[in-house]
Every structure is written in structure tokens, then in C-alpha cells.
């Protein structure tokens, strides 16, 4: 009977073990040794505040596109395309020098703001972690959930 609850135990171990082996946890910081930003890109889900994310407003869509040596940023703002500087020191990232094109539309439902607080976010930005659903980017102010895209 011993025998058969230790194999049973060391079964349940195994297979949480398994389960959660892709996983960095979310507060820990850490990135797995095969996760590169370089030559990926994303789509954003969520932003803001941990506890008050934001989905994107419907019909707007943010990427993020890191370049092969990722020390370049690149993608679509939800009106203006946009780039920038990257750096990246383990999980620590700063993007820098963000520019963006000036295409004129008027506010439509607040995607103008939803722009300017994706763009404040990103310029912000202190380090990065990898979850089970994507990348995040923890900002001094907040947070950016992307998927793989």
C-alpha cells in the first residue's frame, strides 16, 4: 500500500512538473533560456495598470516587432506606425527614441488615446517576462500583454 502512494505521489509530481515547465512565473521576472525577443512579434491584448487592464478598443489592432538583433522596435500604433531603440540586458528592457508617423484622423471612439497611452507605456518600459500566453512588458506605470503574432 506504502508503495502504491509513493508512485502515486511521485506521478502527481511529474506531471505538475510537466504542466507548468513552459511557464516563467508572472511576478518572478524570470525568462526561460530560449526565449529571444530578437526577430519576434507581437499583438498586443492588454494594457495599464496590473489590476485594471484594458482590452483593445474593437476593430484596433498594436504590434510590437523586434528586429533580428533586437536593438530596434518597429510596428502599428492603432493609427501611426511607430519605432524605436531597444536595449535589452537579461530581462531588463528600455526602448528609447520612439518616433511615429503623423497620419491625421479624428478620435474615433478613443483610439487616438488608446495610441498615446500604449505609446507612454512602451517608452517606460523596465523589463520583460514571458507567461503562458505571451510576453509581457512590466512599465513604470503599468503593464503590456502580448501574444505571439
Known amino acids: 500500500?506504502?508503495?502504491?502512494?509513493?508512485?502515486?505521489?511521485?506521478?502527481?509530481?511529474?506531471?505538475?512538473?510537466?504542466?507548468?515547465a513552459g511557464c516563467a512565473s508572472r511576478d518572478s521576472?524570470?525568462?526561460?533560456?530560449?526565449?529571444?525577443l530578437a526577430g519576434t512579434s507581437w499583438h498586443?491584448?492588454?494594457?495599464?495598470?496590473?489590476?485594471?487592464q484594458k482590452t483593445l478598443l474593437s476593430s484596433t489592432e498594436i504590434t510590437l516587432v523586434f528586429d533580428g538583433n533586437a536593438s530596434?522596435?518597429?510596428?502599428n500604433a492603432g493609427i501611426?506606425?511607430?519605432?524605436g531603440d531597444c536595449e535589452i540586458h537579461g530581462s531588463g528592457i528600455s526602448i528609447?527614441?520612439?518616433?511615429?508617423?503623423?497620419?491625421?484622423?479624428?478620435?474615433?471612439s478613443g483610439v487616438t488615446q488608446q495610441?498615446?497611452?500604449?505609446?507612454?507605456?512602451?517608452?517606460?518600459?523596465?523589463?520583460?517576462?514571458e507567461d503562458c500566453c505571451g510576453l509581457i512588458i512590466f512599465c513604470d506605470g503599468g503593464e503590456l500583454?502580448?501574444?505571439s503574432g
Open 1 to 20: 500500500m506504502k508503495r502504491h502512494i509513493v508512485i502515486a505521489a511521485s506521478l502527481i509530481i511529474a506531471a505538475l512538473s510537466i504542466s507548468t
Open 29 to 36: 521576472g524570470r525568462i526561460s533560456d530560449s526565449f529571444e
Open 44 to 52: 498586443l491584448q492588454s494594457y495599464g495598470l496590473a489590476s485594471q
Open 72 to 75: 530596434h522596435i518597429s510596428g
Open 80 to 83: 501611426n506606425l511607430y519605432g
Open 96 to 108: 528609447s527614441q520612439i518616433y511615429q508617423t503623423q497620419l491625421g484622423s479624428p478620435d474615433i
Open 115 to 129: 495610441e498615446n497611452d500604449y505609446l507612454t507605456l512602451l517608452a517606460k518600459a523596465e523589463r520583460f517576462s
Open 145 to 147: 500583454h502580448f501574444v
